[in-house]
């Protein structure tokens, strides 16, 4: 009973390096999240898909790009690393229906140098 | 103005007492609305969901709706260390279910 399962956990990039963040759930969900949490400003949404093959922008999408690669998978990539980016970064994945709130992944951990 | 608001705190109550947390929106026509626990370093974890005005209560925990009033409030009777923690207050709006509108949370120090 995996859940939301992201990878990796801790990562360390140089300015200007690229990377891509994974996510996959095993429940489901249509709907899938990105977002980002920060000291003093709480969870902040960058991305979101609300089905295979479509994705929309949260409030915070600049320097970022996402692919919902199959209903399981959603990914989030940084193609050029900012020290702004220096981050927490939860997906999340959410049941249809508006009773149903988000499950989240354990969190990446980026740090951008 | 933020749409949901929270005291950060943080808020220290005595084990055993029992802890408030409160939570005022601006959307009016907001439908759903959700309680998260974030432990230190750990990711949000949903544990309380309500939608009608009036209480709802699950173990140790009470969710509190006012649609009038605006505000949704989570009651943790019986306070325990292991309570400890961020709790995050989240919104659906009318307009779009599939986006929650977050909190920026309340710390609780629950104290031996």
């Known amino acids: 009973n995996a859940g939301v399962t992201q990878t990796p956990k801790f990562q360390v990039l140089k300015t200007g390096q690229s990377m891509t963040l994974q996510c996959a759930q095993d429940m489901n969900h249509n709907s899938m999240y990105w977002y980002r949490q920060d000291p003093g400003m709480g969870l902040r949404l960058i991305y979101y898909?609300?089905?295979?093959?479509?994705?929309d922008k949260g409030e915070v999408p600049n320097g970022y790009n996402v692919s919902r690669l199959n209903k399981r998978e959603f990914s989030l990539r940084l193609e050029s690393a900012a020290p702004s980016q220096t981050s927490v970064y939860f997906c999340?994945?959410?049941?249809?229906?508006?009773?149903?709130?988000?499950?989240f992944g354990s969190g990446t951990r980026l740090t951008v140098v | 103005q933020k749409e949901v608001e929270q005291n950060s705190g943080p808020l220290s109550v005595p084990e055993g007492a029992i802890a408030s947390l409160n939570c005022t929106y601006s959307?009016?026509?907001?439908?759903?609305f959700f309680w998260y626990r974030q432990y230190s370093g750990k990711s949000p974890e949903l544990i309380m969901f309500i939608y009608s005005n009036g209480d709802k209560e699950d173990g140790r925990f009470t969710a509190q709706l006012n649609k009038a009033s605006q505000y949704v409030s989570l009651l943790i009777r019986d306070s325990q260390p292991s309570d400890s923690a961020t709790y995050l207050c989240?919104?659906?709006?009318?307009?779009?279910?599939?986006?929650?509108?977050w909190g920026l949370g309340t710390s609780l120090a629950v104290n031996p």
């Open positions: 959307d009016r026509g907001s439908q759903s």
């Open positions: 898909s609300a089905s295979e093959g479509t994705t």
């Open positions: 999340a994945s959410r049941r249809d229906g508006g009773s149903y709130g988000y499950t």
């Open positions: 989240a919104v659906a709006n009318a307009g779009n279910n599939r986006k929650l509108i």
